[in-house]
């Protein structure tokens, strides 16, 4: 099963690399990872979808607790939130191609962010599984090159954790 | 007024109740051994860094304070990572100081340049590289804080160069905050209170306690719980100590090599109660036959040792000593309920009775050639009731367990999660500074011992008078009964045939070396080796092809013990 898991850090040096040898020294799969500072630049913000079953998900939530750098752990599972993602997508755009590109890029309100006679750039937000669609219907149209960031994600509602609490 | 890392660092031991640190020099601690010489600490010089780590090990269990160990960079950092895995996987609370080249050099391959705090991460609770002398104080007091609170464990600080160098105005904070830290230390009410009613409600209860009592130093409270219900207590290796063996009440240890009433009770058991435990593979076997009529109360500092291994129905986060006090007071208000839970449980002692009548822990004897585990029984029967022992590890660490009949906490020191042959030796060292006047005894097999026999120096150099005692069968004993037991008797590499004077090593290195090579000259040996002062050695010709049992087969369950050969 598929779980999302927001990670609140010290902004230190090394931190990412603990966080990733938890996953890696237990044999934990980390799918996608993002982070950033937060609106405190003393602590950054771990976004990480990780799978595994219950009793995995524990064991990760309770490791990632242990140590001493980790401030909070935010496990999203059940819960109601907002999930985005971002892609910079390249795909050929030949003469007969280019208006399909840009049709698809309208339907999903995507952007062109870059122009070049054989190739458009296309910027996507949104849930994985919106950007998923996108790149399944440019893929027969020719993508050049391909990122994506990972979701970032934030639990619905007015309450929220800004920094020190 | 300024100091510089180096004096810091030394002032910060210095506030933190250190006396005594276990080390070796190198290029880039020169500062900070040029500055020991003006602070009231107390240096030992050990003969590899591995064995300065297991020695500030050996303080560490001996004293429960924090132990402190100092090597340089590169190699000599390298080479402590043995014994901070060792000290990680038995939740010791060390600091390790490793030295590091001048920030600017870092990561350019300087000379003697290696990655400690990457090579570290996983085998320390925490770990820092200074970069800034302003950190340094912070840093360190944060360390020992780390290193004894929550569940203990190892943490280490590389210091570079530059740093040690440089100087800075020197205040040491009061107090820690670390917003990511915050131990559980007490016991939730309402889960105690439940616990109660599941202890009140059992008809076969074990109390299973694990190294965590040691570390709490819970062992009057353990004892209070188990006399107040009446209840049989095993131990795993870690806390053999900690519950007297000579108790009614004690089964001993469990698991593979633990006793076959210990086993048989957890097996038949209806309550267990993990006290500080972890359910290390060696403990449960097979877990799909642990405890299998069982409902499961686990009490443990450490939230992540809960539910790791086996299910549990009630979990206790907390420190034992707080929560073992709880439960015994929450079970004072129920006087009458425990009166009848005491007369309910009587007939499961006699069943334990019936399994300890039936396969005590025993051995053939034998007049002709020397059983390790009677020089086990004399050693105990000669040594004083608060010597400390140290193990190494292999057959020598299980017979020493089995036959001892540990009686006070923290006498038995050996490396339990990692196994690490060469541990005894250095820990004993470590032991016997923090201990000058108390017995100090290291068992060995002549395999464990040559892992880190350079310590022998050490000893010597500080008149620390171990004795250590070598039970030598010319063999890697306890692989060799594996391969004897499931490898159909191929002895690939086990033997070690080289007949070593261990009398002439001794010797060698100033020590006094004795040898016993039958059953009748073992008590004079001990006596002799008691007598003298300082360092001794006592080779004891053992039984080469002897077996340590009874034996659970990894992979088998507890109920399925081997125990003839």
């Not at chain 1, 070049?116 to 296309?122: A, C, D, H, N």
């Not at chain 2, 107390?42 to 303080?59: F, P, T």
């Not at chain 2, 063999?475 to 009398?503: A, H, K, N």
Request: proline share 5%; aromatic share 6%; with cysteine.
């Amino acid at each position: 099963m598929k779980h999302t898991i927001s990670v609140l850090v010290e902004n230190e040096f090394g931190v990412l690399t603990r966080v990733a040898g938890l996953f890696s020294g237990r044999g934990f799969n980390i799918e996608s990872l993002s982070v950033a500072p937060t609106l405190d630049p003393s602590i950054s913000r771990m976004t990480i979808l990780t799978r595994g079953d219950d009793q995995i998900l524990e064991q990760i939530t309770k490791q990632l607790n242990k140590l001493i750098d980790t401030i909070k752990v935010i496990d999203f599972t059940g819960q109601d939130f907002i999930e985005r993602e971002m892609a910079l997508i390249k795909v050929t755009a030949e003469e007969e191609t280019r208006a399909e590109v840009l049709r698809i890029v309208d339907i999903f309100r995507a952007k062109v962010v870059d122009v070049t006679p054989r190739s458009y750039t296309v910027e996507i937000t949104g849930a994985p599984a919106k950007i998923d669609a996108i790149v399944e219907l440019l893929r027969p149209l020719g993508i050049k090159e391909l990122v994506r960031s990972g979701p970032v994600v934030l639990g619905r509602g007015s309450k929220g954790w800004k920094g020190a609490e | 007024m300024k100091k510089t890392g180096s004096q810091i660092l030394l002032e910060s031991l210095v506030l933190e109740g250190v006396d005594t640190v276990f080390g070796y020099p190198g290029g880039t601690v020169i500062n900070i051994y040029n500055d020991l010489m003006d602070y009231p600490i107390k240096h030992i010089l050990n003969r590899h860094e591995q064995g300065a780590v297991h020695a500030a090990d050996g303080y560490a269990r001996a004293t429960g304070k924090v132990g402190v160990a100092i090597a340089t960079s590169g190699p000599g950092a390298t080479n402590t990572i043995t014994g901070i895995a060792t000290a990680y996987m038995d939740s010791i609370p060390l600091v390790v100081i490793t030295g590091q080249v001048p920030t600017a050099l870092i990561g350019n391959d300087a000379f003697q340049e290696a990655d400690i705090i990457g090579i570290t991460r996983p085998i320390t609770k925490h770990n820092y590289l200074v970069k800034d002398v302003k950190d340094l104080a912070r840093i360190i007091k944060q360390a020992f804080y780390i290193a004894r609170t929550g569940r203990p464990g190892p943490v280490v600080i590389d210091l570079p160069k530059d740093v040690q160098m440089a100087s800075t105005k020197f205040e040491y904070p009061e107090t820690v905050e670390i917003r990511g830290y915050k131990p559980t230390y007490s016991g939730n009410p309402r889960q105690i209170e439940k616990a109660v009613k599941m202890i009140l409600a059992a008809k076969k209860p074990v109390i299973y306690v694990g190294g965590g009592v040691t570390l709490s130093d819970a062992s009057n409270e353990l004892l209070g719980f188990a006399e107040t219900i009446q209840a049989p207590v095993t131990t795993t290796l870690m806390a053999m100590a900690s519950f007297p063996r000579n108790n009614p009440l004690s089964l001993g240890m469990l698991g593979m090599h633990g006793t076959y009433y210990a086993n048989m009770a957890i097996t038949h058991s209806d309550l267990l109660i993990a006290v500080g435990a972890r359910f290390d593979d060696r403990v449960t076997g097979k877990i799909a036959t642990f405890a299998p009529h069982a409902k499961i109360i686990h009490i443990d500092i450490d939230p992540t040792s809960i539910k790791k291994n086996v299910r549990v129905d009630l979990p206790i986060v907390g420190d034992l000593k707080d929560v073992l006090q709880k439960m015994v007071a929450d079970l004072g208000g129920h006087a009458d309920k425990v009166k009848e839970l005491v007369a309910t449980l009587a007939p499961w002692r006699q069943e334990i009775d019936g399994w300890k009548a039936k396969h005590p822990m025993a051995y053939q004897a034998s007049d002709k050639i020397i059983k390790p585990q009677y020089v086990i029984e004399k050693l105990r029967e000669l040594s004083n009731d608060d010597a400390i022992v140290t193990t190494e590890v292999g057959q020598h660490q299980m017979w020493t367990a089995q036959f001892f009949e540990f009686r006070q906490p923290r006498t038995f020191l050996t490396s339990g999660g990692l196994g690490t042959m060469g541990y005894g030796l250095p820990a004993a060292l470590g032991a016997q500074a923090a201990f000058p006047e108390r017995q100090v005894i290291d068992i060995s097999g002549d395999g464990s011992f040559q892992m880190n026999s350079q310590e022998l120096a050490t000893l010597v150099q500080y008149r620390l008078p171990v004795k250590i005692v070598i039970l030598n069968n010319n063999f890697l004993g306890m692989v060799r009964q594996w391969q004897q037991l499931f490898f159909d008797r191929r002895y690939s590499q086990t033997c070690m045939e080289l007949p070593i004077d261990f009398v002439k090593l001794a010797e060698a290195y100033g020590a006094t070396g004795l040898r016993a090579t039958s059953p009748d000259e073992v008590e004079e040996v001990i006596k002799q080796a008691f007598a003298t002062p300082g360092p001794v050695i006592m080779e004891f010709k053992v039984a080469r092809e002897e077996n340590v049992l009874p034996m659970v087969p990894a992979g088998a369950g507890l109920n399925e013990m081997v125990l003839a050969s």
